[in-house]
């Protein structure tokens, strides 16, 4: 059988990433990466999927899926997005941010400061809509996040930075529950520094892991506006600390 004197070049076709495909092919370029191929695939983002809900939930603890206004976040690819936050995260932003350390644990903070993690900001973004949404102001779902978490969400990272940052912040209203002249608080402005808090760090997260232009979480904090300068952050930070904290010494 005479053997095929054809040498195999590179495809050389256009791939997603915008360089070119360097796969042998006798006859370039490969089906792959036909324009018509390429115009049926998406550019793939970072979280394949959404956590599984539990099966059975737990007795305590609401529901994240009944607090939950919309539907899942979804990772929408948006360049211009990481432009806004390369301007924004600047050494000061940094060190507010850096006051969220004290309130989570070291695990937990090294999932969303450290380039080699990869946190799930999908579920940040969710957990923070959850929170800030009006059913969760109804049923006053602070206290219930800080004790026993949501009750249909595995014990992810995610899950344990809200439940570390509600119980931080339920922690400080007991203390100030027993202040002389102290009144009932309502839920709401509580529930959303919660919300926010989950953003910020999701943004860290993003911006420390190389995928802001994906970041639900930035998306959604620049669909309302531009994002909070670093003296709003310290102050967030320390509307979680208790009054030995850095409120104290003001």
Known sequence: MARNPVRARPCDGPTLRGGRCRRPRV??????????????????GPWARRPAPLRVPRRRGPRLSALLPTAWPVAADSP???????????????????????????VCWHRVCSPSRRAD??????????????????AGALPRIAEDGFADLRPT?????????????????????F?????????APHLADLALSLRLLGVLACTAQGRSRWCPCL???????????????????TRFA????????A
């Open 121 to 138: 900001c999908p579920t940040l973004e969710a957990l923070a809509r959850a929170a800030e949404s009006p059913a969760a102001v109804a």
């Open 80 to 106: 211009g997005n990481a432009e806004h936050v390369r301007r924004w995260h600047t050494p000061r932003a940094r060190a507010a941010l850096d006051c969220f350390a004290s309130l989570l644990p070291a």
């Open 242 to 249: 208790t009054p030995y904290g850095l409120e104290s010494s």
């Open 157 to 177: 990272p995610e899950h344990r930075i809200a439940r570390a940052l509600a119980r931080a912040k339920q922690e400080q209203l007991g203390l100030r529950a």
């Open 219 to 237: 998306a959604a904090l620049l669909a309302r506006g531009p994002l909070p300068d670093p003296t709003a952050v310290f102050a967030l930070a």
């Open 179 to 187: 202040a002389p002249g102290a009144a009932v608080e309502h839920p």
């Open 27 to 44: 006859v370039p370029p490969c089906a792959d990466h036909t324009p018509h191929a390429l115009s049926r695939r998406g550019t793939p």
